[in-house]
């Protein structure tokens, strides 16, 4: 089972693009929060996924669980007492960036505790995936980590997105010192370019390498359109993108990691085989040339849940 842990929340986005958030007249709600878009993905393309995280007792809550069973996710979700589900309303500006307005002070999400997992939850992990935002504060940071060093513990996959979002962190430099401090926990790490412009200052060359050095054994920097990256201490593979009509990119990177956690379940890949099962012939390109197409058909639908393919979209020219 991969089991993908965090944050769940609801993004109001614009009926049209290209207005600032102030302009906006119109929104649609979807179900947001990256590790819930990657559990998505992998159930979609037919894996067995579930889902930890925690929402409000609230009809934005109940939507959010209902929409991840719809397409096949288990969920593992706590309902909370003490806060309602987070909101956050996006718009994709003219000037291509992003306006965010976030209502999480706090958000039933970011409450979720250590001791509320459950150990069946972790069990059954093939792959355990995390990323940064439900690191930003307690005691959803402890959670994340506890269960991740559990997961680890019982020999699953560690996968680590750090999906930088710096409009939640208090600053660049909290939000750069957690994500490096937490990269040991995890086997298979995925960045940008511009996360690792960020986080080390460097090259993606060099920056692959002194990811590595943190203890990961496969960084993957994704290229947009052009595909992506795969570093191990063996290799330097640049996988090519498979072009794209793009429409909309909420969710191509979530898309590509799930692609990828789907074909390395597949594959039944440990952390003590991951290197050497991506250096036999072929290995690299077929489960990364499968990601790019996750991440790309991704592109050509709007939002991140509904626009995510199955298994034979994902297969088909
Ligand atoms: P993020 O910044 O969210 O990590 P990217 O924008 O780099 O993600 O996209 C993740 C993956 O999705 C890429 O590696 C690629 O496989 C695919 N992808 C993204 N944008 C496009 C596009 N315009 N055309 C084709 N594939 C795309």
Redesign the pocket.
Known sequence: CVVCLGELLIDFVPEENGLALSEVSSFRKAAGGAPANVAAAVAKLGGKSRFIGKIGRDPFGTFLKQTLEEVGVETAVIESDEAKTGLAFVSLRKDGERDFLFFRDPAADMLLRADEIEAAWLSDAAIFHFGSVSLISEPCRSATLEAARQARALGALVSY?P?VRLALWPSADAARQEILQQLPLADVV??????VDFLLGTDPTTGAQQLLEHGPKVVII???????RVVTARQDTVVR????E?VD?T???????GGMLFQLASLGVTPATIADALSEAGATERVFAF??????I??TRRGAIPALPTFAEAMEE
Do not use: I, M, W
């Open positions: 997105d999906n995925k960045v940008s370019e511009e996360e994704t290229l947009g359109a052009q595909g992506c993108g498979r072009p794209a793009a990119t969710g191509a990177g979530d898309g590509f990691v990601a790019n197409r996750v991440g790309a991704t592109t």
